[in-house]
């Protein structure tokens, strides 16, 4: 469903009286008649009927040529102006639609359909409060213009005004609780403002009333995997696909959802069906790509997200994605180069600047693994691996300051973790504090009795030494 549709109103207005059962030979005939007459008053039928016959088919061009004709015997005719306007509106010819409502308005300043059309024009030009105004003139002209009230509804949705959109969505349906297309569109605020139990409601008695709208099935499994409820989910996408197969983003947020329950080969099949409607669609190929990796196929995850690249050479996750894959099969070369290219388009990236540190030191280039790792605890202070990463490159290399604050911090943001105590061990022993050392390997050992084995297998011969045999014992 169209959030700006212009299409609602047009049979609201008022038309002159003529034979609606006309046919495309008829009109056709009647244009050939009108090209023969001289009469005026003949010319001016003959005009409305044409113009009229092909406004209501919306063949807008045709419509325009001949409404602009008969402006010219009835320059005075608000209506021809109003017509003109709403397929200049159409045809997104907004600033000459304005021109048009313009006239129609000072020929007939209190029509609110000519208000509704000025301000759907003014919408669409970027001059939304200015529109909003225009909503509000048409409102103030009759209190029961439901076109008016659901219009302005819409421009606020598109102003993220959403709570506003729904005091006017909600007067609507209390004085039509069957309006179908506002029950849509309060399902789509509270699903913005997260209110998701409301949003599935609307949807629900949105389909009640129109059981064949695919695009009302697949917001309501939007809302449905958003509350987890994921094999209800499923069954809404199905609705949708039912109504309308070559829907590709029905397609993608199925895969989406089977990719949550973890049935990563039923997510790889809507991917695929996601791209067999629309190639060029980067998140379904990036998706497949994550799909392939996590069931272990990483030449096929590869070129999905190379050609997630191709087509985007600017999507930074299908780098990241690439380069997990190549980290995988211990192509480090690659994955760091992947990495970095993915760095260049979007540096505040934690787990990125944490995967390229691992990627350069398996390269041998442990300086850069330790700017990357301090990068990636810029990013987020709160990465404990990347800290204690960033701390065994550290002692690895001889900084044993830096590596004892690294662990500290590690111990800070997880102090039940055995890990960064023991190596916190290992550092304060090489700084010849040994009292603080014993304490922090006393602590690991409580906390995960295998570090014992560990402590040994690292240090042949330790138990021999009186220090250490108790704490082995124990």
């Not at 004709?69 to 159409?90: A, C, K, M, Q």
């Not at 790509?289 to 299908?318: P, R, V």
Request: glycine share 4%.
């Amino acid at each position: 469903m169209d959030r700006l549709d212009f299409e609602n109103f047009d049979d609201e207005f008022d038309e002159p009286r003529r034979d609606d059962q006309k046919t495309e030979e008829e009109i056709q005939k009647l244009s050939e008649q009108l090209k023969a007459e001289t009469s005026g008053s003949t010319n001016i039928e003959a005009l409305e009927e044409i113009a009229y016959f092909y406004f209501e088919r919306q063949k807008y061009p045709e419509a325009l040529d001949y409404f602009e004709r008969l402006l010219e015997f009835v320059p005075y005719n608000s209506d021809v102006w109003l017509r003109r306007g709403t397929i200049l509106n159409h045809l997104h010819r907004f600033e000459e639609a304005l021109e048009s409502f313009n006239h129609a308005q000072m020929l007939n300043p209190n029509d609110p359909d000519i208000c509704i059309g000025y301000a759907y024009a003014l919408e669409n030009i970027g001059r939304m409060e200015e529109a909003l105004s225009w909503y509000d003139k048409a409102i103030g002209l009759d209190e029961q213009n439901y076109d008016a009230l659901f219009m302005k509804a819409l421009s606020l949705e598109r102003l993220d005004r959403f709570d506003d959109a729904i005091k006017i969505l909600k007067l609507i349906l209390h004085e039509n609780p069957s309006h179908k297309e506002a029950l849509y569109e309060l399902g789509f605020c509270y699903e913005c403002l997260d209110r998701l139990d409301d949003a599935l409601n609307c949807y629900n008695q949105h389909i009640d009333l129109d059981p064949f709208n695919y695009t009302a099935w697949y917001n309501r499994g939007i809302v449905l995997n958003r509350k987890i409820s994921f094999i209800q989910a499923i069954e809404s996408y199905d609705f949708a696909l039912a109504l309308k197969e070559d829907f590709p983003s029905a397609w993608y947020n199925k895969g989406n959802t089977y990719a949550n329950m973890g049935r990563l080969h039923d997510a790889v099949d809507c991917y695929r069906m996601t791209i067999r409607f629309d190639e060029s669609d980067v998140p379904a190929w990036h998706n497949l790509g994550n799909a392939y990796e996590e069931l272990g196929m990483y030449k096929l995850a590869i070129k999905c997200f190379t050609q997630a690249i191709k087509i985007d050479s600017k999507h930074y996750e299908s780098y990241f994605g690439r380069g997990s894959c190549y980290d995988s099969i211990e192509n480090y070369q690659k994955a760091y180069n992947d990495y970095s290219t993915a760095l260049l388009l979007c540096k505040n990236y934690p787990e990125l600047w944490h995967a390229k540190a691992d990627a350069a030191y398996n390269l041998g280039k442990w300086r850069e693994a330790l700017y990357s790792y301090k990068m990636a605890v810029r990013w987020d202070p709160t990465n404990l691996s990347a800290w204690f990463d960033l701390g065994e490159t550290l002692l690895e290399f001889g900084y044993f300051k830096e590596a004892l604050k690294s662990f500290n911090k590690c111990i800070e943001l997880n102090p039940d973790w055995a890990d960064p105590y023991y190596d916190r061990a290992k550092v304060l022993f090489l700084m010849r504090k040994t009292f603080d050392a014993l304490e922090s390997l006393k602590r690991s050992f409580q906390l995960d009795p295998a570090k014992k084995n560990e402590f040994e297998e690292e240090f042949p011969g330790v138990r021999s030494l009186k220090e250490f045999t108790y704490l082995l014992e124990k």
